[in-house]
Nanobody
Framework: QVQLVESGGGLVQAGGSLRLSCAASGRTFSSYAMGWFRQAPGKEREFVAAINWSGGDTYYADSVKGRFTISRDNAKNTVYLQMNSLKPEDTAVYYC?????????????????WGQGTQVTVSS
């Protein structure tokens, strides 16, 4: 069992930055690939970014590529999402998820554990 707790969300103006954190507890964190997803009001949850177990491989949705950076610190059992140049369309609840595999996954169905989400609101 893995418990995930996101933090760092908030209200920011367009063009600003936020850093989300996801703290994991439970089974060995480094055994999991990690992902960030988001869900805007009235829309389906979508993939944002993912990172493999070591942090050596990352993958991003086209909509955030070049603006967001995913990273992890296995010593701290934490994964991060640095979000720069934020846009109003980035407004959503952001979720982190853990996939018990060493490689990257972009499909929600492959993830085993989910956090409760943190709200990010970008004003224009």
């Amino acid at each position: 069992q893995v418990q995930l707790v996101e933090s760092g969300g908030g209200l920011v103006q367009a063009g600003g930055s936020l850093r989300l954190s996801c703290a994991a507890s439970g089974r060995t964190f480094s055994s999991y690939a990690m992902g960030w997803f988001r869900q805007a009001p009235g829309k389906e949850r979508e993939f944002v970014a993912a990172i493999n177990w070591s942090g050596g491989d990352t993958y991003y949705a086209d909509s955030v590529k070049g603006r967001f950076t995913i990273s992890r610190d296995n010593a701290k059992n934490t994964v991060y999402l640095q979000m720069n140049s934020l846009k109003p369309e980035d407004t959503a609840v952001y979720y982190c998820a853990a996939d018990y595999t060493l490689s990257i996954a972009t499909s929600m169905t492959l993830y085993d554990y989910w956090g409760q989400g943190t709200q990010v609101t970008v004003s224009s």
